[in-house]
């Protein structure tokens, strides 16, 4: 397949198809640091996650077309409020979410599944009867348009560059509170033992309920970030939901490092390889060798080693 | 401090305390002697809120915690160490005894809860699943004290413990009721283990107190003969 190409050619191929795929790490990382953290820590499986994504996408949207008609001059900043508004938009509606639905199901795991599911096709006939059913795009502000020359034959995007920097950003905080902060160590006694954790002094419900509303607002930042790299429609959500709970599950459940590590790998391998093969080829290939991994070690990538 | 009046519990149809009573004063360590399913750990379950009690009430030092969630019973002075010690194993050390912390709205840890138990300052930062079971259970008694309670509740912290360390831990318990006037409930199943540690001794049988007797002059004989198969 490397035929017709000569070296320096490869080489451009690899670098550049190597940066898209950084960018779809990105997207990957911060829609499975939502997932991470409902999935992994809670475990809910929330199939509506895609959805919260959507919503943030739309958020973005409404606050670019807001700043268009009434703030053309600060147009540049919109995007800062819009992840802002995304976050607040994605994590209400999930603590309402967790409050209607989801605390009745903490003793049925596989029933969060259905009621999710349910949840997630609400949310998209909601977005098509209010949004449309034709996706939307935003307009990118200027300072981000354009790419870095690095050489001759390697271009690298603006607006990758700033999804990436804002993944690893966000990754950040989401460790820092999980594992510095006094809500990060509610959330994981919680978890481990729900029972115990009340009997320590923890107020479980507000803290499920906390937990929830961020995992699904940091899906809304994903979702503001998506708006740079795609098009938004009321079923964007439906493509990444499955590639997301890839990651979360390759990388070990319970490990944040872990979910970063899947999520670089497989969003590499996936785009070095759809440039030399077809899509689906390049899905197949992967999905296959992460089935392979996973029935070698179970647990994922990473995950902790305790005596049972 | 504690005071449980016709506290009456169970699982949906079948009744495990019918009708409970009991007054602890400030500062006495109880022993609830009693056999497999006699109501034991039902009863510490119920006085966490853990188990929904059908019936009576539990006040400690005045305040009826009776239907309140788990969490407001700590910060309302209970503190619960369970059956099978139940640490949280993938937390280090030191963020299991920081969980209790939540009720108080302290940040760090008081000293005088690791001068207790000085093996967990060497550990701080090991997970707690990776304890042996005698340090879990100090751990769990560690973590139970972050919550400044004013009543201790520990359900059959000897099974599954060394004898020396049981000797041991009934010397720490005496300690912390000395230091802090705590009010201490045990229940136990181990008779040398309630004598070494209690004030006072009640045998639980059936879901009722059938027996109730100071520490000193016990007779030990016609407490075990509630103890025997």
Request: neutral net charge; aromatic residues 8%; contains cysteine.
């Amino acid at each position: 397949m490397f035929s017709g190409y000569s070296l320096p050619e490869l080489g451009a191929i690899f670098a550049m198809q190597g940066f898209a795929g950084l960018i779809l790490f990105s997207v990957f990382v911060l829609m499975a640091l939502g997932l991470a953290i409902i999935f992994g820590q809670m475990g809910v499986i929330n199939m509506a996650h895609g959805e919260f994504m959507i919503l943030g996408a739309y958020v973005t949207y409404l606050v670019s077309q807001a700043f268009a008609t009434y703030a053309p001059a600060l147009f540049g900043a919109y995007f800062f409020v819009a992840m802002v508004l995304a976050f607040c938009a994605s994590g209400l509606l999930g603590m309402f979410v967790e409050w209607a639905i989801i605390r009745h199901l903490y003793k049925r795991p596989l029933d969060t599944l259905l009621a999710t599911w349910g949840l997630s096709l609400i949310l998209q006939q909601s977005f098509r009867s209010l949004f449309g059913a034709r996706e939307v795009g935003v307009t990118i502000p200027s300072w981000m348009m354009g790419s870095l020359p690095l050489t001759d034959l390697i271009e690298v995007p603006i607006n990758g560059i700033f999804v990436m920097v804002l993944a690893l950003g966000i990754s950040a905080a989401v460790y820092v509170m999980m594992f510095k902060s006094g809500w990060g160590r509610q959330v994981r006694a919680v978890t481990q033992n729900r029972t115990m954790a009340g009997a320590v002094g923890i107020d479980t419900e507000r803290t499920d309920r906390l937990t929830f509303g961020i995992g699904c607002g940091v899906a809304g930042i994903a979702g503001a970030a998506f708006t740079m790299i795609g098009s938004t429609g009321p079923t964007s959500g439906q493509a990444y939901i499955v590639d997301t709970f890839l990651v979360v599950v390759f990388g070990g459940a319970a490990s944040l490092l872990g979910t970063i590590a899947s999520a670089f790998s497989i969003s590499q391998a996936q785009s070095i390889l759809e440039f030399f093969l077809s899509g689906s080829m390049a899905k197949v290939i992967t999905l296959l060798v992460v089935v392979g991994i996973l029935m070698l070690r179970p647990q994922g990538l990473f995950s902790i080693k305790l005596r049972k | 401090m504690l005071n449980i009046q016709n506290l009456t519990s169970g699982y949906g149809e079948s009744r495990v305390l019918n009708g409970l009573d009991l007054t602890v004063p400030k500062g006495q360590i109880v022993a609830i002697m009693g056999r497999n399913g006699m109501g034991k750990t039902t009863l510490m379950k119920s006085l966490m809120g853990i188990v929904q009690a059908t019936d009576g009430t539990v006040a400690v030092d005045g305040t009826p915690v009776g239907g309140m969630k788990s969490h407001a019973r700590v910060a309302n002075g209970l503190a619960y160490v369970p059956q099978g010690r139940q640490i949280f194993s993938a937390m280090t050390v030191e963020e299991n005894v920081e969980t209790g912390l939540t009720v108080t709205g302290r940040k760090t840890v008081p000293a005088n809860i690791y001068d207790l138990f000085p093996v967990l300052v060497d550990m701080k930062h090991r997970r707690g699943g990776n304890l042996s079971g005698g340090q879990q259970q100090q751990l769990a008694i560690a973590r139970a004290m972050a919550s400044d309670p004013k009543v201790l509740l520990l359900d059959e912290p000897t099974e599954g413990i060394q004898p020396s360390i049981i000797r041991e831990m009934a010397r720490t318990l005496r300690r912390i009721r000395d230091e802090h006037g705590l009010t201490i409930v045990v229940s136990e199943q181990v008779l040398s283990f309630a004598l070494d540690v209690a004030d006072r001794v009640l045998v639980l049988e059936k879901g009722a107190l059938v027996h109730d007797s100071p520490r000193a002059g016990i007779d030990e004989a016609h407490v075990s003969k509630f103890l025997s198969v």
